[in-house]
């Protein structure tokens, strides 16, 4: 029993004497010295020496002697390859013993030895392992494969065993599926484009069932990886989030969790109006508020994910704010969470409760948490106006404590409340000055400096309270000495009579005495300023300062959202992305929240149409005016800026912003830019009213496949692409409307990429340069995949071609009508806005073709409601000359069918946001018109799906 | 996942250290060591990271587990990992210290080799590792053995074996509550909650299939619309007070169906053998509050502080609550206190800058007092005293939350028994968790 007297051997000579035990004859004596063995490992000593009397021990049935040799095998094997071989033939062996658990041991203990000699044996008993009949060692032989990988990918992938492992999804047993789906997904890390977890809605149906019945652990495995799949539209995530809810009763918190990290994620895609995603909102709440109730370090967990959720959805969490009070006994890392949770929430309704709990925790013992707490109280009056009042007169009753700490970080609070309030609050100054002594910590000194120099006319001592400043000015650190210089000199602007001397000997100091650059730099600024126009200073020094925004500390948009996608792990405690913490290529794949398809989000919710689902909080936004003239100006500038940024967050940032300047451009037709806005909103729906005045194109005879079709229209040469039926270019910006500039043009599908061909005409007098092009937000998330390729200057009179490719990654915004693009275009003139209408079938993919059973399914799965039925008159063609037709345009007939001289054709097509339509063509012989029935999830996109029929069809 | 499991005792040397990943090495026992264990500054965050190395770790007494990974972890799982670790080394040999870590060190290594599996957690039911996992050795086990351990441990039902036989069934059910509750000193409910579990203790033969029922309100509600059923008219006349309670969250052992809680809310599963927790739930409307404090602090001058404490029993008065502590926090500058209460004993202790008055037992609606004198000797240090609140520890037999069982059914369709031939006991204790009162 007292196995402890084995870590006490500390005689010399002892390795001598283990080899002779171990080389005992009696069992007992060899178990002894095996556990001396492993005692000494614990413990960091190298007995590696002993590795060839300890294997010599493997060859028995005692199965704890057999695994205490295992664990010394795998410590030791990799330090001496050579002699590990010698263990390969009892592994062997093993794997093929009669005992489950001693196959799965073999298999187990072998994959965690990384000799290569050893793992080339390694392959045929795991193979014969993943089959066995007994699922303890096929879940044992599922994980050896992902150790396997780790040790030798090249191996994995040539012996066929991902195939193996993929086909254990569909395991009987649940925590065979369960460690497969573990395996999988850390191997899949490894290749981020290998697909091969390739999950499909099949794939997920299985691992929902095997979610009900397998251990915890295993829950966590299988939601960890169901949080990667994207649904293919609203109806399946909602139907995942179903089966997924009943996991947030789970007593272990990690199943909770990584349940909440599966919901947060797919609910992105339910529409907002949808009950079903109410009911979702109120379900994430209890949940998150019981695992405060779980252990320390789990609530701390816990309350750093809570910290993301609260920034994502505010709304979840904002009727409970009492459960993140701070209880006396929490460990000082929860509080410090609670209290950074509790800003968060705080709001006019429950500010009155927060202010009262922090005024409480402001007294308490720890520092750090009553400088934090201290500092919430002046978050909280820059958060809630209201409060403002109330917050500055408990910061004065803490300054009165003269608690030193409390009353520094007071100061700091306090100068941020009188950049937000200016003018309001200067009565607490006095209050402030008695302390001017007892601040030690720069930035107190610095704020405190600040706040003379700001009020130096309504603080009569002002100069005296700055000269006591000035004497230890060299000892000071960099931040007050800059802000003392700043501050005298607003003094010195506000009252010159008295104070000429001190500005003199400060603006000395700073660039006289001082080695610091920043410092001696202001300071001549300053004095050049002073000497030459002491008006300009004033203007310069005194200048109205831009308000501070209300959340300081919000974690960046794409950041935070990246991070959802990684609750519950690392990566959500950290509050940084794995590729900050995690070496190699592992887990440093960007996840990202799959987008609310534009046409799914519904028209009925405004708020919807306004704000786009990732849009950051406006408050952090400053004013619209002159932020789109300098993004206009940053952005659009040089063509090259406009290339495909490699960082998406900037990019989508950027996109925003201009989005919304755009949006308030064209909504009440500004007065700013006057006749400079280009096409009005009505311009471009011309477009899909005219459709017939089109000429034949060579899309008449359609081709009949894709291959043949290329070389076909090759052949035509007439720039057409594909089967796809261009609408010839209308004019979307008049010259008049833009300085001269005209552009007129159409869209196009050229095998799989759009494009945007346009005409640019200058006539004007003079010659433009520098065009740049940018998108508002649309529906479907249409951006220029490239710059606006205008390379030589456009002199007077000069027409050039351009053709823009298109990509829709872009930022999504639900449009009216929804084909609706809205288009900013800058040359060295000016910028101009217009907008245009682009045929739906732009967007028709080519792999759009559905198998006949799934379209049989969707059909009927989709309500009725949704179905739109309309006329497409006068089409003197037959049902296969119409059907080739609209192939060319990507809508593929799967089936044909003849009832009583109607041919029904049924048609599917895919939109670039996955989205699929199902089409329902009758064609009456004899009868030029035909009925389309469409049926899609999102019906809005029926009626211009018709119009692309009809288009297609009449050309 | 988990590159490592590191154990280690209060001065920092390993116990037991396993490396489940190339990635982690030896020197991660060490950083560990040097920068939390010796770390001169009390621990700021359960999880460390040090050199692009994550340490997570939990302290039980004076033992460190470490959990180490490179990888993008799920964090809460690790946790979970290291508690569940804690209660399985319990389960097989007591309580966690150094020399009992020391004398099973072999069988620590073997669970960690059944538990974790290349940093993966595997089943760790101790009752289905105690089939297999041993400390006499292994027991040369038939086929059929064999191929029984290994479909419980990895079975959809891991937490039974087959083939249980007692010759009385019987069932143990507890239902404990801790109230926690934070009052102002004017008396003011700052946050009141329940955290409750269901206690089980089941001993049953067979595969019983078992169904829990309790005055949840939504249950009640739906039962009160579909007409007048008997339940609803049983629930009238054997509940007192309350008649349903409105559970804000519960969570469930993993035996529970929670797809069938989700749909009906129902509460049915295949119990475990013996002893588990059941189901774990929260309250916070309409909590009895057993007692209540009623503070007065007064600073008289500089050196002297007057407390008077009164509390109240607020239940049944044929109910007696029991274990009463109040803990009454002086200031670290306390030179010499005097007490008189009216009931029970109080001192003051130094060493926990407290007093602590301790009642035996006391009934429903009775209130009784304490007055203290303080002296103080005088400190030049400018801080106030923080008066960290009034705290109350008791054990009162209801629940605070108003939770009623109403009924718990065993059903075994194999094996002869029925409902009526399980013995069934059913207790209520309510405790105080962080009873605090601001003063």
């Known amino acids: 029993m007292t196995d402890s007297k084995y870590f006490t051997t500390t005689k010399k000579g002892e390795i001598f004497e283990l080899k002779a035990e171990l080389n005992s004859d009696k069992k007992e004596k060899k178990k002894e010295a095996v556990k001396k063995v492993i005692a000494s490992m614990t413990v960091g000593k190298d007995v590696s020496a002993l590795f060839p009397d300890v294997v010599n021990c493997m060859q028995t049935d005692n199965l704890e002697l057999k695994k205490l040799v295992y664990l010394y095998l795998m410590n030791y094997a990799k330090s001496q390859p050579d002699m590990a071989i010698m263990a390969v033939n009892t592994f062997v062996k093993d794997c093929e013993d009669p005992n489950p658990l001693i196959r799965a041991l073999a298999v187990r203990t072998m994959g965690c030895i990384r000799v290569d000699k050893i793992t080339e044996y390694l392959c045929e008993p795991l193979r014969k392992c993943l089959k066995d009949e007994d699922p303890y060692v096929r879940k044992t032989a599922a994980v050896c494969v992902a150790k396997l990988h780790d040790i030798n990918a090249q191996l994995v992938e040539d012996q066929g065993f991902l195939d193996t492992l993929k086909d254990l999804i569909s395991d009987s047993n649940p925590m065979v599926v369960a460690n497969a789906v573990a395996a999988l997904s850390e191997i899949a890390e490894s290749h981020p484009n290998s697909n091969l977890l390739d999950l499909n809605p099949q794939t997920i149906n299985k691992l929902l069932t095997a979610l009900n019945e397998c251990t915890e652990w295993g829950q966590i495995f299988i939601l960890d990886c169901l949080a990667n799949y994207t649904p293919r539209d609203d109806r399946e995530s909602q139907s995942i989030c179903e089966r997924v809810t009943p996991r947030l009763s789970h007593a272990n918190s990690a199943v909770v969790l990584s349940a909440v990290k599966v919901l947060m994620k797919f609910m992105e895609m339910l529409p907002k109006d949808l009950d079903y995603y109410g009911t979702l909102l109120k379900k994430l709440a209890p949940p998150l508020v019981t695992l405060l109730s779980a252990e320390p370090e789990l609530q701390y967990v816990a309350l750093r994910n809570i910290n993301l959720i609260v920034q994502k959805r505010p709304e979840i969490l904002k009727h409970e704010m009492k459960v993140f009070f701070v209880k006396y006994n929490d460990p000082i890392y929860v509080k410090l969470e609670k209290l950074d949770i509790m800003i968060r929430l705080a709001s006019q309704a429950n500010i009155a409760q927060v202010l009262a709990e922090l005024k409480e925790y402001a007294t308490e013992v720890d520092v750090d948490f009553v400088r934090k707490a201290v500092r919430a109280i002046g978050r909280c009056a820059i958060k809630v106006e209201q409060s403002a009042e109330r917050c500055v007169s408990t910061l004065l009753d803490l300054i009165q404590t003269k608690v030193n700490y409390v009353v520094q970080e007071a100061i700091v609070v306090i100068k941020d409340i009188f950049r937000k309030y200016p003018n309001k609050y200067e009565s607490v100054i006095a209050t402030l000055c008695e302390n001017l002594d007892s601040l030690d910590e720069p930035e107190a000194r610095a704020a405190m400096i600040w706040i003379v120099g700001e009020y130096a006319e309504r603080i009569d001592n002002a100069d005296e309270l700055l000269e006591s400043f000035l004497e230890g000015f060299h000892d000071e650190s960099t931040q007050v000495q800059l802000q003392l210089l700043t501050a005298i000199v607003k003094l010195f602007l506000k009252k010159p009579t008295e104070t000429q001397e001190l500005v003199q000997q400060v603006l000395s100091l700073a660039t006289q005495d001082s080695d610091n650059p920043d410092l001696r730099d202001r300071g001549y600024i300053y004095w050049r300023l002073l000497s030459t126009d002491p008006v300009a200073a004033k203007e310069v020094v005194l200048a109205e300062k831009p308000l501070i925004s209300e959340e300081t500390d919000l974690i960046e948009p794409t950041l935070l959202e990246e991070l959802i996608c990684h609750i519950g792990t690392l990566a959500s405690v950290y509050h940084k992305p794995p590729s900050a913490f995690v070496e190699g290529s592992r887990g440093v794949q960007h996840r990202r929240i799959p987008p609310r398809a534009g046409s799914v989000e519904s028209a009925e919710s405004p708020e919807v149409g306004q704000s786009g689902p990732s849009e950051a909080p406006s408050a952090v936004i400053p004013s619209q005016g002159d932020l789109l003239g300098d993004l206009l100006n940053l952005d659009l500038a040089p063509p090259t800026t406009t290339v495909p940024s490699v960082q998406p967050s900037m990019q989508m940032g950027a996109m925003d912003l201009l989005g919304g300047g755009l949006d308030s451009l064209m909504g009440d037709e500004s007065d700013t830019l006057g006749g400079d806005i280009g096409g009005s909103p009505s311009m471009g729906a011309g477009l899909g009213a005219a459709p017939t005045a089109m000429p034949a194109a060579l899309g008449g005879v359609p081709p009949v496949g894709g291959g043949l079709g290329d070389l076909f229209d090759l052949g035509g040469g007439v720039g057409m692409p594909t089967g796809f039926y261009v609408v010839p270019k209308t004019l979307w910006l008049p010259a008049m409307k833009a300085k001269g500039l005209e552009i007129s043009g159409t869209f196009a599908r050229r095998g799989g990429i759009i494009q945007m061909d346009m005409s640019l005409t200058n006539k004007a007098m003079s010659v433009m340069t520098d065009f740049a092009i940018q998108f508002n937000r649309n529906s479907f998330g249409l951006a220029p995949a490239g710059p606006l390729q205008v390379l030589t200057p456009l002199s007077p009179n000069q027409t050039i071609d351009v053709s823009l490719p298109l990509s829709t990654t872009g930022p999504v915004m639900k449009m009216e009508p929804l084909n609706n693009l809205q288009v900013a275009v800058k040359n060295n003139i000016d910028v101009f806005y217009f907008s245009c209408q682009f045929p739906l079938s732009l967007l028709f993919v080519e792999d759009g073709k559905m198998e006949r059973q799934v379209f049989l399914a969707t059909w009927k799965d989709i309500p009725n409601d949704n179905e739109a039925q309309f006329q497409i008159k006068d089409i003197h063609l037959n049902s296969d000359a119409a059907s080739n037709k609209l192939q060319g345009s990507n809508i593929f007939t799967i089936a044909k069918r003849t009832v009583e001289g109607q041919d029904m054709l049924y048609q599917s097509i895919k939109l670039t946001n996955s989205i699929w339509v199902l089409a329902e063509m009758r064609v009456q012989t004899g009868n030029p018109n035909y009925t389309l029935s469409i049926k899609c999830r999102a019906p809005e996109v029926c009626q211009f799906v018709y119009q692309c029929y009809e288009m297609v069809l009449k050309n | ?439």
Request: proline content about 4%.
């Open chain 2, 1 to 439: 996942m988990i590159g490592g499991l590191f154990i280690y005792n209060h001065k920092g040397e390993v116990l037991i250290s396993r490396v489940y990943r190339d990635d982690i090495g030896r020197n991660a026992v060490d950083a560990f060591r040097v920068n939390v264990i010796h770390a001169r500054q009390q621990v700021r965050s359960p999880v460390t990271n040090i050199a692009r190395t994550s340490f997570f770790h939990v302290k039980r007494s004076n033992i460190w587990l470490a959990a180490v990974t490179k990888q993008n972890v799920n964090a809460a799982m690790v946790f979970e990992f290291l508690y569940k670790m804690c209660d399985v080394m319990t389960a097989y040999f007591g309580k966690i210290s150094e020399e009992n870590i020391k004398n099973n060190f072999v069988l620590i290594y073997e669970l960690l080799d059944e538990i974790l599996d290349f940093g993966y957690p595997q089943n760790s039911e101790t009752g289905a590792l105690k089939t297999f996992i041993t400390q006499q050795g292994i027991k040369s086990q038939t086929k059929e053995e064999q191929s029984q351990i290994t479909s419980q441990v990895t079975g959809q039902i891991g937490w039974r074996r087959e083939g249980i036989k007692y010759r009385r069934n019987e069932l143990f059910l507890d239902v404990l509550e801790s109230v926690n509750l934070l009052m102002s000193p004017q008396g003011q409910v700052l946050s009141a909650h329940v955290s409750g579990r269901v206690v089980m203790k089941s001993y049953l033969s067979g595969m019983p299939e078992c169904k829990f029922g309790m005055n949840d309100k939504i249950v009640i509600d739906k039962q009160g619309k579909g007409g007048t059923t008997d339940d609803t008219a049983k629930s009238e006349l054997g509940g007192s007070g309350k008649q349903s309670i409105a559970i804000d969250d519960c969570t469930f052992h993993q035996c529970v169906r929670l797809s069938k809680f989700d749909s009906e809310r129902s509460i049915s599963f295949i119990p475990p053998d013996g002893e588990y927790e059941l189901m774990r739930y929260r309250t916070t409307k309409d909590i009895i509050l057993p007692f209540r404090v009623i503070p007065l602090v007064r600073e008289v001058g500089r050196t002297k502080l007057e407390v008077k404490v009164v509390i109240k029993s607020n239940f049944k008065p044929s109910l007696l609550a029991q274990k009463i502590e109040v803990r009454i926090p002086t200031p670290l500058n306390t030179s010499g206190v005097q007490v008189i209460c009216m009931k029970g004993k109080a001192k003051y202790k130094a060493s926990e800058n407290a007093i602590v008055w301790k009642i035996k037992r006391m009934a429903g609606m009775k209130e009784s007092q304490i007055s203290a004198e303080i002296e103080l000797l005088p400190t030049n240090d400018k801080k106030k005293w923080a008066r960290p609140p009034i705290s109350m520890n008791f054990e009162v037999p209801f629940a605070p939350s108003g939770l009623k069982v109403r009924y718990l059914k065993v059903f075994e369709p194999k094996l002869n028994y029925s409902d009526h031939d399980v013995i069934k006991w059913v207790r209520y204790i309510g405790r105080s968790g962080i009873y605090e009162t601001r003063c």
